[in-house]
């Protein structure tokens, strides 16, 4: 007996010893592979077990990085820096401002930040990694797959010009592609690679290197966009018609700040909404989804919708009167020419709108700051070409301003002073912003490049005008969803050429309406980030 508890007091301890051991190697385990999220991202690490550690922190208010982090390179067959990823599949861009901070003084020259796809957090993956240096140098740079030692100049793509603020790493199947800008400039190419290790699932994020194992390096990383965009097959043939994509896509609601470029999310959904208005009072937004219009704070929050009464199918063209009193609308109806789009007012507290043009389609733009007056884009008389009128309120009579016989021309809107109508047509056969006096005479050409420019949207303070910029290669006449665009902001008060403010992904329902804040210090926009599944 005393043998058998012997045995049995042995049994115990052991199965006791083996219980305590697992979970110490349970909680050891999980704190070895313990996630550290920061902002949108799923971790962040240092690679390759570099001397002195980096860090990484999301300031909400700025909706902006900070990171630091040492290691002696990113080059032959392993690396050490600091790195905040997620993991992703497919396609995507990756799109993001970046800035070197705290005493540079002594920095070694290749001290650098940007984006970097890696296949895993192995010292030695495959990678492809945009590089902006500290003493300038812009390069492309991959590891094709794990263990490899880098060579130069074969895994390196240079840029001639140097730094860059605005850094965009794109993965479209097996290739990859770096762009660049400078404050104000189109997103240039630096150039692109292509590798079977980095097809896959992989991590994508955010990477410094100090290039010194005794220094540490810190940086800003500011309106980071990770995007999955539609990938478009385009024709040889300059009069093919593209297919627009089926998909629809996650849409975000963004401020803009004019004088530094900062952006801002105040609200998402993987529904779609468009075409935000500044509302009076300057704290709130109103935009449409699903043929409703609805009102937001600046801050964020749950929308609420705005009552119209029997007219429930709005689109994105919503104007505020100057006085701050009434709204003007389009909306379809039912079994008329062309989706039956209508042009209708309403007080904007809401009620039940007031039918404006009884001829369709009619698509509503602006307002003239005496009230009396709505700027309109329109079919008539059986023309199968869009003309822009002016519309009377008090007698629904239509003025026409533009008699094109070919081409498209779209977006009227007063300017805040009555003096000009500003708006967009490609009679030269590629999309340009022109202004003209409200009774259509003196057309005057503002843009030319070889952008396609959509919307102008004139200042309260009336010094600036910003507008939308489709890439060259699609059709003139259209303004699709879903591409790389870019909002861009031009003085009036002379000469002088347009500069970019925002990269996004967007369209159509981006910039549609007049989206400035009151003191002309802010712009509203909606950008889109991934198809919803």
């Not at 208010?61 to 990171?67: G, R, V």
């Not at 030695?124 to 094709?144: E, K, T």
């Not at 109806?333 to 043009?357: D, N």
Request: aromatic fraction near 12%; include cysteine; proline fraction near 6%.
């Amino acid at each position: 007996m005393i043998h058998s508890a012997h045995f049995r007091r042995r049994r115990v301890l052991i199965r006791a010893s083996r219980i305590i051991f697992f979970l110490f190697y349970a909680l050891a385990w999980k704190g070895s592979y313990a996630q550290h999220p920061v902002g949108i991202f799923e971790d962040h690490l240092d690679i390759g077990k570099p001397k002195l550690a980096g860090s990484a922190s999301y300031d909400e208010a700025t909706q902006s990085y900070n990171i630091t982090g040492a290691g002696s390179n990113i080059w032959f067959n392993r690396d050490e820096f600091h790195f905040i990823y997620k993991k992703i599949k497919g396609d995507f861009s990756l799109t993001a401002d970046f800035a070197f901070t705290g005493d540079t003084a002594g920095a070694v020259g290749h001290r650098k930040i940007g984006w970097m796809i890696r296949e895993s957090v192995d010292e030695g993956a495959a990678s492809a990694n945009s590089c902006i240096h500290i003493d300038g140098l812009v390069v492309l740079q991959w590891r094709p797959y794990k263990g490899m030692f880098m060579r130069d100049p074969e895994e390196e793509r240079f840029y001639p010009k140097k730094s860059g603020q605005t850094v965009q790493l794109e993965r479209t199947g097996k290739t990859i592609t770096m762009r660049i800008a400078h404050p104000g400039e189109p997103l240039q190419f630096v150039g692109s690679c292509q590798t079977d290790a980095l097809n896959g699932e992989v991590l994508a994020g955010i990477y410094i290197l100090s290039h010194d194992s005794n220094a540490i390096a810190s940086a800003k990383v500011w309106n980071v966009r990770i995007d999955r965009p539609v990938i478009h097959e385009y024709s040889s043939n300059p009069h093919a018609v593209i297919p627009y994509p089926t998909e629809i896509f996650a849409c975000r609601l963004e401020i803009l700040d004019i004088t530094d470029g900062s952006r801002r999310i105040i609200h998402e959904s993987a529904g779609r909404f468009e075409a935000p208005n500044w509302m009076p009072g300057g704290k709130k937004l109103l935009f449409n989804e699903g043929g409703f219009l609805y009102s937001i704070p600046i801050e964020g929050g749950m929308p609420e919708k705005l009552n119209t009464g029997s007219v429930s199918r709005n689109n994105n063209d919503h104007a505020i009167s100057f006085d701050g009193k009434m709204l003007a609308i389009s909306s379809h109806r039912a079994g008329l020419p062309e989706g039956g789009s209508t042009v209708y007012t309403v007080a904007l507290a809401g009620g039940e709108p007031q039918l404006i043009t009884e001829g369709t389609p009619s698509y509503l733009h602006g307002w003239n700051p005496n009230g009396k007056e709505l700027a309109i884009v329109a079919k008539r008389g059986g023309s199968k070409i869009y003309n822009l009128y002016k519309v009377s309120l008090t007698d629904k009579k239509e003025t026409q301003l533009t008699f094109n016989t070919r081409g498209n021309v779209d977006g009227p809107e007063y300017s805040p002073d009555g003096r000009f109508i500003y708006y967009n047509a490609n009679v030269s056969g590629t999309m340009q912003i022109w202004r003209m006096k409200p009774d259509g005479s003196g057309k005057e050409q503002l843009t030319f490049d070889e952008y396609h420019n959509w919307f102008p949207h004139i200042s309260p303070d009336g010094k600036w005008m910003v507008f939308i910029s489709f890439p060259p290669d699609i059709d003139p006449n259209s303004h699709p969803s879903y591409k790389q665009v870019m909002l861009r902001l031009m003085s009036l008060a002379g000469p002088g050429a347009p500069r970019v403010i925002a990269y996004l992904y967007g369209g159509q329902g981006t910039l549609n309406v007049p989206s400035w804040s009151a003191d002309s210090k802010h712009i509203a926009f909606v950008s889109n980030s991934e198809p919803v599944k």
